[in-house]
């Protein structure tokens, strides 16, 4: 071997744009989810380095609760137009409309119901494959999913009756109405990404570095204050400098206590760290040991 | 070299019973990747089954059945680091019915941690576990000998278990074999050296984790590049918001009359320069390499495995599925050829009909013309039959509809590489490699 050095960083990209080129060259109608998140900007990243100078051989797809941060939407939009892509939004409230969501209250957390209107729009669009910026390291039931997880026509997927994956050859074949959610990063980790956003200097939403923000303690989470949630009347409001470690549904995404304003700033944090990154900040996580199991049962991806 | 951070992929495989869950257990706490909500979660389920101490064991375990089942039933993707290296483990079952995922784990893996209870020595199953590494060709092998603490941390029972393992791995054509005792329970050895076991001179398993050279891995000699996607620009596309911002565009690739064509694809083995004489399999056309173009600019060479794109001096016809190859060392080019099949599905081969093949970025049709042998993964003898059930390995013989360009897998392990697609089901039911 020269003196090349080829680094973890180069190994897991590498590893992901091989993924995407298969699922543009086997699947017939595919689609990269896409919410304006971290994991999912890095998708976008990994794709210009996948296909440019062509544009993408996909849509992007995003599935909007309506609960999410003005920051975040307005980075998806601008990400979508400065790359020239095809953004598809479809909402929540489509689905609340056309009676398929039924919620006994519209403040409450939404992550549950995301999996059908994700299912209306496959069926709407005809997509046989989406990917998605899903990681292994995240979550338990994740971390025993395949790079390609076949789902069924109702996009259940079946834990226990999973395709064996071998060496990179991906098996892409499904029968018409069933479909495969593709992860190509699925063996990065929180750091993995940071230090890729860091490298790449990629544009993401202001609110995953520390500002002051209003917010409410219920148990151990910090909640920040937004027209969704107001506190009760015992609750008392502060102000303290934090940052997000993912962002989600407003309703159920919690800051971390953060001073950290830059990319290394927020590595050196993620590295010492005692806390994963969805335990910290997912409530909708904490509610059993299996919540992530089921929801993908239903078609979560 | 530099300070630069390498991926090292293994995977542990072990019975039920030999502590493999406390081993990963014990090299994510004490390697300090346990973070304290994880802790706190298995340290709650731990005290409701009334263990008195935090079975670590339950970190691995991420599937509700496997909770309620205590077992283990999937293959399941861990990640850690030292400052040294990145760190990804495939945790494999070590029940019979799962053997499918030990290969599937087993593929994609730089080594493989062995795991014998000291106290039972080399099982049955220790010898199917390092037959199956051997035959997806593991690089390298550590033997690690658990719960030394319940033979008193005996060198004699250590040192016999040893050169049974040897001279069981030496039949198979194994040699980087490094046998480590421990204790996952105590500690011993698997992070730190602890100071029950000071008649050991190696590394504790960590150490030699982060020490391994795995840089020859990968065939560094035989270039190899499997076409996954031809991508066309037209030259009027060119200057659109799209393209401009892309380093591609700003390289004199980019013919403003003739677009950009580029052979998008890998690397599997070898390197590439620019200007490099290749030959395109299996059409046997001959070109120059004009450009290795990235996102980032474009590259004076490169290697496995590298993604990369490629453009030609010439404009011949090339799809996906051809390979780019270096005339100096060409693979093989051929309908039939023989393999070692392991067989994944509940549905037993059937002779009689067609499947379907994926090999490299290449689809076709085939039959098994002959089964030669199925291998007793005990007792490594063979046996002739007609019919290959779940977790069988068979020597096989194969036609396919279109040539493939392959490699033997003990040359290469991507090229000699293949799977077997059901085209009812769609399931992959077998992994194959090429002889």
Sequence with gaps: MSSHVFTHLDALESESIHIMREVAAECKNPALLFSGGKDSIVMLRLAEKAFRPAKFPFPLVHIDTEHNFPEVIACRDKLAKDLGERLIVRSLEDSIKRGSIVIKDPDLPRNPFQSVTLLETIAEFGFDACMGGARRDEEKARAKERIFSFRDEFGQWDPKNQRPELWDTYNTCVHNGENIRVFPISNWTEMDIWEYIGREKLHIPEIYYAHKRAVIRRGNSVIPVSHLVQPKPAEKVETLSVRFRTVGDMTCTAPVESTAHTVDEIITETATTRITERGATRMDDQTSEASMELRKKEGYF | ?435
């Excluded at chain 2, 730089?110 to 020595?121: E, S, W």
């Excluded at chain 2, 060709?137 to 040893?162: Q, W």
């Excluded at chain 2, 200057?239 to 950009?260: H, Q, W």
């Excluded at chain 2, 694809?265 to 290749?278: L, P």
């Design chain 2, 1 to 435: 070299m530099s300070n630069a951070i390498q991926l090292l992929r293994f995977i542990t495989a072990g019975s039920v019973d030999d502590g493999k869950s406390t081993l990963i257990g014990r090299l994510l706490h004490d390697s300090k990747s346990i973070f304290e909500d994880q802790l706190s979660a298995i340290a709650k389920t731990s005290t409701r089954r009334g263990m008195e101490a935090v079975d670590l064991s339950l970190l691995t375990d991420g599937l509700q059945a496997e909770r309620e089942q205590g077992i283990t039933i999937d293959v399941a993707y861990r990640y850690f680091a030292t400052p040294k290296r990145k760190f990804i483990i495939g945790d494999t079952p070590g029940h019979e019915q799962y053997t499918r995922n030990m290969v599937t784990a087993a593929s994609t893996a730089n080594l493989a941690v062995i795991l014998i209870d000291a106290r039972r020595g080399v099982l049955t199953q220790t010898r199917r576990h390092t037959f199956i590494a051997s035959l997806v060709r593991v690089p390298h092998i550590v033997l690690a000998v658990n719960k030394m603490d319940m033979v008193g941390y005996s060198e004699a029972t250590f040192d016999a278990i040893c050169a049974e393992y040897r001279a069981f791995a030496a039949q198979l054509g194994l040699h980087d074999v490094t046998c480590i005792p421990l204790s996952a329970l105590i500690g011993d050895m698997v992070v730190d050296r602890g100071d029950n076991l000071n008649w050991y001179q190696g590394s504790p398993l960590l150490e030699h984790l982060e020490n391994i050279v795995i840089d020859y891995d990968v065939n560094t000699t035989d270039f190899r590049y499997p076409v996954q996607w031809v991508c066309r620009v037209h030259g009027s596309d060119f200057g659109s918001n799209v393209t401009r911002r892309s380093g591609l565009v700003s390289t004199e690739t980019v013919d403003e009359a003739n677009g950009f064509r580029g052979y998008m694809g890998r690397i599997e083995s070898g390197e590439i320069q620019a200007g490099d004489a290749v030959t395109v399999l299996p059409s046997g056309r001959t070109s120059r390499v004009k450009e290795i173009a990235t996102y980032d600019g474009n590259l004076q060479q490169a290697y496995a495995p590298q993604s990369i794109a490629i453009t030609l001096v010439d404009e011949i016809d090339i799809s996906r599925g051809d390979m780019l190859v270096k005339a100096d060392s060409l693979p093989n080019v051929a309908k039939e050829f023989e393999a070692m099949l392991c067989w994944l599905s509940e549905s037993p081969l059937d002779t009689n009909r067609k499947y379907i093949i994926k090999h490299t970025t290449r689809v076709v049709k085939c039959l098994f013309s002959r089964i030669e042998s199925r291998m007793d993964v005990n007792t490594l003898a063979r046996h002739s039959t007609t019919t290959l059930n779940m977790n069988d390995i068979a020597h096989v013989a194969m036609k396919v509809q279109q040539p493939l360009v392959f490699d033997s897998y003990a040359l290469n392990r991507s090229t000699g590489s293949f799977i077997v697609i059901d085209e009812a089901t769609n399931n992959t039911v077998a992994a194959g490699m090429i002889i």
